[in-house]
Structure formats: C-alpha cells, structure tokens
C-alpha cells in the first residue's frame, strides 16, 4: 500500500507557472511508473505525464515543452513543473504509482488557470 499526498496546486494566471509535488509514503524505487493525471468535470482522467523506473519521460502533446516531470528518490517525491499555463490547463491533477497491476491515487490538487 502506498498513500500518495499532492501539494501545490493553485490559482495562477495565463502565461504563469506551478509546481505541483507528489509524496510517497514509501519508496517510489520499485514504482514501474509515476504518473500524473489531470480531469476536469464532465471529462474523462487525462494522463499527462509519466516517468518510468528507468527515468524515461512521456508526455501528452498537449504539454510538450511546457511540462516537466523529475522525482526525488531520496525524498520519496515526483514532481510536474507546470509553465507558460493556459485556462485549458486548469484540471484537479492526481498523483499515480503503478507497480505490476496495482495503482495508487492521490486525493488530487486543483489548478486554476485564470486572469
């Protein structure tokens, strides 16, 4: 079992940045994947950005070249550095641990995006 907490979400106008946080309340070393999601109300979950065990990094087009995804392995944390944001990327954005078939969510953090 894994308890994933998000942090930094936020009201922020167009053009600004974020950076949302992501803690384990364990290792994320044997963590397949660590995931952000986003989703907006009436819409399908999003998957924004992954990072593997192995350090690769996917991103949806839609955030390409603004989004970053990094992990702290020492300090259990993933985190999405969110820039030059717009109002379509105003969602509530979930923290994911996967490993095999099993998948851990966090209760999410809002980002607003408004001026």
């Known amino acids: 079992q894994v308890q994933l907490v998000e942090s930094g979400g936020g009201l922020v106008q167009p053009g600004g940045s974020l950076r949302l946080s992501c803690a384990a309340s364990?290792?994320?070393?044997?963590?397949?994947?660590m995931s952000w999601y986003r989703q907006d109300p009436g819409k399908q979950r999003e998957l924004v950005a992954t990072?593997?065990?192995?350090?690769?990094?996917n991103y949806t087009d839609s955030v390409k070249g603004r989004f970053t995804i990094s992990r702290d392995k020492t300090k259990n944390t993933v985190h999405l550095q969110m820039n030059s944001l717009t109002p379509d990327d105003t969602a509530l954005y979930y923290c994911?641990?996967?490993?095999?078939?099993?998948?851990?969510w966090g209760q999410g953090t809002q980002v607003t995006v408004s001026s």
């Open positions: 994911n641990a996967r490993r095999g078939l099993y998948n851990y």
């Open positions: 364990r290792s994320i070393f044997g963590m397949d994947t």
């Open positions: 990072i593997t065990s192995g350090g690769s990094t």
